[in-house]
């Protein structure tokens, strides 16, 4: 199966560490990526990871992949009002035609 | 450069118009991808084109009609439209698609149709 899950909705205040996660069913995914939309807009890449890595640190962004339980986490220090958005992660396999599997989104809103 | 530009940036049109959606790149990149996203949900895919060749079709209605002039455009005809088909219409390109190319998407063209 390819089903990717997110919780629905985050809220912190402005200065903490938001921590939004990812689950994935597919063993054999190779990638792992981050998007972020904010309102009316595309999705952004924020960054993303190979599967045969643990951590990966961007700035603020800080991704962490547990392979074993198929966990992936996406890591924003010091959140700020801006990075209020919709957060997909996302899966490709190798041999997949580069098809992305989405997950169903994390909505984070950050207060001040 | 990793601009993806899409045409118009909101469209209306009515269930018997037929319109056309447009998409341009200049990266270089050989792999575009048409999806669909309502309001709160993932993006999902519709078309993917490989070197101008349609490479990947998702079961998408007739009434769809994607067409890749050349490498850096991308276009996505529209005809007899449903009001279900009011959505965002996200472009997206990479370098091809050997599944490890990162998808770059546009700023998306929002439809409603009457």
């Known amino acids: 199966g390819e089903d990717v899950e997110q919780s629905l909705f985050l809220s912190v205040r402005e200065g903490d560490s938001s921590v939004i996660n990812c689950t994935y069913t597919?063993?054999?995914?190779?990638?792992l990526y981050w998007y972020k939309q904010e309102p009316g807009a595309g999705l952004q890449l924020l960054t993303y990871?190979?599967?045969?890595?643990d951590m990966k640190q961007d700035q603020r962004l800080t991704v962490l992949l547990n392979k074993k339980d198929k966990h992936l986490s996406l890591r924003i220090a010091d959140t700020q009002t801006g990075d209020s958005a919709i957060y997909f992660c996302?899966?490709?396999?190798?041999?997949?035609?580069?098809?992305?599997?989405f997950g169903t989104g994390t909505q984070l809103k950050v207060e001040l | 450069d990793t601009e993806v530009t899409q045409t118009p940036k909101h469209l209306v049109m009515g269930m018997t118009n037929k319109k056309s959606l447009k998409c341009e790149q200049h990266?270089?990149?050989?792999?575009m991808y048409w999806y669909k996203q309502k309001a709160k949900k993932p993006p999902e895919l519709m078309f993917v084109y490989s070197y101008e060749k349609l490479s990947i079709n998702e079961s998408v209605p007739s009434r769809f009609s994607p067409e890749c002039p050349n490498s850096s455009l991308l276009n996505l005809h529209l005809h007899a439209l449903q009001p279900e088909d009011s959505a965002l219409y996200l472009c997206?390109?990479?370098?091809?698609?050997?599944?490890?190319?990162?998808?770059?998407f546009g700023p998306g063209t929002r439809l409603l149709v009457l």
């Open positions: 996302a899966e490709s396999m190798e041999g997949g035609g580069n098809k992305l599997t």
């Open positions: 997206a390109s990479s370098q091809g698609l050997a599944g490890q190319e990162t998808q770059y």
């Open positions: 990871i190979f599967s045969n890595m």
């Open positions: 990266m270089g990149h050989r792999a």
């Open positions: 597919d063993s054999s995914s190779t990638y």
